[in-house]
C-alpha cells in the first residue's frame, strides 16, 4: 500500500502541489494502518484460510483405516531394530522421537553402518502427504514401510522372507498380526507390516498454535509471527509452500533462478525425480517438503547440506524467488515457521515394551 501511494505520488505532474500528495498518503496510513485496527491483521488470517488448512486429527483413510490393533502392532514394529539385517536399525533409529522423528545427521546410516543418500524427513504428518521420500519415489507411507525392509541403507535385508522370519521368530509378533488383521490365513506378511505400520503414522499428527490461528483465534499467533506469515504469502514461499502440510502437496525444480548447488554447497548433485522419471522435465525436480516441525529437524534440504534454518529460508528466497532477503524478513519468517512446532504425540515419546528376545537368537531360529 505504501509503496503504491508513493509511485503514486512520483506520476503526478509537477504543478500538482506535494502539499496534496502528502495529503493523500497521510489519508491512506490513516486509514490503512490505524493503530488499534484489528483489520489488516484479520486480512492476513483471511488469505492463510485461503491457502493453508488446519491438519486433520489424523490421515485415515477408507483404503487405509485405523484400528488400535494396528496402531499398537505398528507402534511396536516402530521401534523395534530386530528386523533388520544386523539387528541394529528400526524405523526409531533415524527417525527419532527425542528428535521430532529425524536424526539431526546429513545423511543418515542403515544396517552396517551403510549411509543413505539422502536427509531423513520426519515422520511427523508425513502420511498427508501427495507422495512420500525427497523424489516421491514411495507412493504412502505402507509402500514407503515395505520398501524399507529390504533398501540396502535402511534394514537391508537380503529379500522380504528374510525379514518376515526374522519378524516370525520374536515371540509374540504372530499374534498381534493376527488380531490386528483377522481372517487372513498368513497374516504376517509384508504388506500388512506396511499396514500396521502406516496406520501408526497415520496418527502422528502435530497440530501447533498455527492450526488455533487458522481455526479463528488471531491472538495463537504473536504479532512478528503473523508478520512472518504475512511476508511468506507476499513473497511467494506459500505458492509452493501450502495446504495442511505447508508444503506435501506438489513438486518443483530446486533451483528454478539459480543452480541450487552454488547456495547449498551440495558436495554431490542430485537430479532428483529425473532419476525416477528419466523425463527431462524432472531434472533437479523434488517434492515441496512440508514446513511442519521444521525448526526441530535441521540440517536441510534432500542432502542436508544446510544447518541453519535462516540459512535455509535466505537460499530458498535466492534459489527459488530469485530475492535477497534481509535480516528483518529472516527473523520474522522463521518466527513464523517456528510457530509450526506442534506437540510431540505421546505414542511417539513413550516407547513402547518390545516382546523380548535376542537378536542372536532369532537368526538361529531361522536356520
Ligand atoms: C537408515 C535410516 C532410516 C531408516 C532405518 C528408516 N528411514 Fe525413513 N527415511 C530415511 C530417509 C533417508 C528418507 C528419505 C529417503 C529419500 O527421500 O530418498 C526417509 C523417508 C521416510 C518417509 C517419507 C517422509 C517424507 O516426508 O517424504 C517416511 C514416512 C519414513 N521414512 C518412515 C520410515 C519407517 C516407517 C521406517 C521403518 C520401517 C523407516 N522410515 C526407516 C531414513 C530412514
Ligand atoms: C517454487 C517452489 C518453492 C518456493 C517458492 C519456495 N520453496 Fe521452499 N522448498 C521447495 C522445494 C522443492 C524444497 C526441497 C528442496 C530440496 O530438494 O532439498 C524446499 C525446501 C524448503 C525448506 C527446507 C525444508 C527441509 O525440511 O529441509 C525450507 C525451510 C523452505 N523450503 C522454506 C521456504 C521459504 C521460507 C520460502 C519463501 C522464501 C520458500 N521455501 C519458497 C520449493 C519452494
Redesign the pocket.
Same mark, same amino acid.
Request: charged share 0%; proline share 6%; aromatic share 20%.
Given at each position: 500500500m505504501a509503496i503504491s501511494e508513493r509511485s503514486h505520488c512520483r506520476t503526478k505532474t509537477v504543478d500538482q502541489s506535494i502539499a496534496t500528495c502528502a495529503a493523500v498518503s497521510l489519508f491512506a496510513f490513516l486509514f490503512t494502518f490505524h493503530p488499534g485496527s484489528a483489520a489488516p491483521d484479520s486480512d492476513i488470517l483471511k488469505q492463510a484460510q485461503q491457502v493453508f488448512s488446519p491438519l486433520p486429527s489424523n490421515a485415515a483413510t477408507s483404503e487405509f483405516p485405523i484400528t488400535p490393533e494396528r496402531v499398537e502392532l505398528g507402534r511396536k514394529l516402530f521401534f523395534d531394530p530386530r528386523v533388520s539385517a544386523d539387528g541394529t536399525v528400526s524405523c526409531a533409529r533415524c527417525h527419532q522421537p527425542a528428535l521430532y522423528g529425524t536424526d539431526g545427521l546429513a545423511l543418515p546410516r542403515g544396517a552396517h553402518d551403510k549411509v543413505n543418500p539422502r536427509n531423513a &524427513?520426519t515422520i511427523l504428518n508425513a502420511a498427508i502427504q501427495f507422495a512420500e521420500h525427497?523424489r516421491g519415489d514411495r507412493k504412502n507411507v505402507e509402500d514407503q514401510a515395505i520398501q524399507a525392509l529390504i533398501g540396502s541403507p535402511s534394514f537391508g535385508n537380503a529379500d522380504y522372507a528374510s525379514a518376515m522370519s526374522k519378524l516370525k521368530a520374536i515371540p509374540g509378533y504372530s499374534e498381534m498380526f493376527a488380531k490386528a488383521f483377522p481372517d487372513e490365513q498368513d497374516p504376517v506378511n509384508q504388506q500388512n507390516w506396511g499396514k500396521a505400520i502406516g496406520a501408526y503414522e497415520r496418527t502422528l499428527m502435530t497440530p501447533s498454535r498455527f492450526d488455533d490461528y487458522l481455526k479463528g483465534s488471531q491472538d495463537a499467533l504473536s504479532p512478528v509471527e503473523q508478520q512472518g506469515l504475512r511476508k %511468506?504469502m507476499e /513473497?511467494?514461499?506459500s505458492?509452493?509452500?501450502s495446504g495442511p502440510g505447508v508444503g506435501g502437496g506438489m513438486y *518443483?525444480k530446486?533451483g /528454478?533462478m539459480e543452480d541450487y548447488w552454488k547456495e547449498t554447497g551440495s558436495k554431490s548433485i542430485d537430479k532428483?525425480r529425473f532419476d525416477v522419471t528419466h523425463d527431462a522435465n524432472d531434472m533437479y525436480v %523434488?517434492k +515441496? &517438503?512440508s =514446513?511442519r516441525n +521444521?525448526a526441530m529437524?535441521p540440517p536441510? %534440504?534432500?542432502d542436508g547440506s544446510v544447518n541453519s =534454518?535462516p540459512q $535455509? +529460508?535466505r537460499t530458498? $528466497?535466492k534459489v *527459488?524467488?530469485g530475492k535477497t532477503l534481509d535480516d528483518d524478513d529472516v527473523n520474522e =519468517?522463521v518466527a513464523f =515457521?517456528q510457530s509450526l512446532t506442534g506437540k510431540l504425540p505421546d505414542e511417539l515419546v513413550n516407547a513402547p515394551i518390545l516382546p523380548a528376545s535376542a537378536f542372536e537368537a532369532t537368526i538361529t531360529n531361522t536356520k
Open positions: &524427513p525427497w %511468506f /513473497i511467494g514461499c505458492t509452493c509452500h *518443483q530446486f /528454478i532428483g %523434488f +515441496v &517438503p =514446513l +521444521v529437524s536441510y %534440504f534432500h =534454518l $535455509a +529460508v530458498m $528466497a *527459488q524467488l =519468517l =515457521l
